[in-house]
């Protein structure tokens, strides 16, 4: 899971676990919670982009993007699914960065839904989830080292 700033990694046998940590650190606990949320939420939506169980999602697309696209509005969000899933999986890869590429795709979204009316609310829900991936950002520079490091210097 990454180095804590007191430098003890999270172990799964043995020592500190991921949940006992998560329960008494609050910081810790919400780095997890949102690291779960970001990883498992971009890849459901992603994949369901494909079989459209949860809604149409063509319709979220603005009409204006969809007369600059080259292929259908179905093709495009099959698209943003492989996008979506990539950014979920970077999540639980390397959350330090994944949390910032899922902030500024939720970005575009919003852009997207403001720029045509009827889904303010949904821009709005959105502009929400993209705080709390800058927050999984700035809360993983604590417990997720950079690339090539292994512990912090904190």
Same mark, same amino acid.
Do not use: C, Q
């Given at each position: 899971?990454?180095?804590?700033?007191?430098?003890?990694?999270?172990?799964?046998?043995?020592?500190?676990?991921?949940?006992?940590?998560?329960?008494?650190?609050?910081?810790?606990?919400?780095?997890?919670?949102?690291?779960?949320?970001?990883?498992?939420?971009?890849?459901?939506?992603?994949?369901?982009?494909?079989?459209?169980? &949860?809604?149409?999602?063509?319709?979220? $697309? !603005?009409?204006?993007?969809? #007369?600059? *696209?080259?292929?259908?509005?179905?093709? %495009?969000?099959?698209?943003?699914?492989?996008?979506?899933?990539?950014?979920?999986?970077?999540?639980?890869?390397?959350?330090?960065?994944?949390?910032?590429?899922?902030?500024?795709?939720?970005?575009?979204?919003?852009?997207?839904?403001?720029?045509?009316?009827?889904?303010?609310?949904?821009? &709005?829900?959105?502009?929400?989830?993209? $705080? !709390?991936?800058?927050?999984? #950002?700035? *809360?993983?520079?604590?417990?997720?080292? %950079?690339?090539?490091?292994?512990?912090?210097?904190?």
């Amino acid at each position: 899971m990454g180095a804590s700033v007191a430098g003890a990694a999270p172990s799964v046998s043995g020592g500190t676990t991921v949940l006992r940590r998560a329960r008494t650190e609050p910081a810790y606990g919400a780095f997890t919670l949102l690291r779960v949320g970001f990883t498992v939420l971009p890849v459901v939506f992603g994949l369901d982009k494909f079989a459209n169980v &949860l809604t149409s999602w063509e319709g979220y $697309l !603005a009409p204006w993007i969809v #007369g600059l *696209l080259p292929f259908s509005a179905g093709t %495009a969000m099959m698209i943003v699914g492989v996008v979506e899933v990539v950014a979920g999986v970077l999540v639980a890869v390397k959350p330090r960065y994944g949390a910032y590429v899922v902030a500024l795709w939720l970005a575009g979204i919003i852009v997207n839904l403001v720029t045509y009316p009827g889904f303010y609310d949904v821009a &709005l829900r959105d502009f929400g989830l993209m $705080l !709390a991936a800058l927050t999984l #950002g700035r *809360l993983a520079s604590a417990y997720d080292p %950079a690339w090539g490091r292994r512990d912090h210097a904190r």
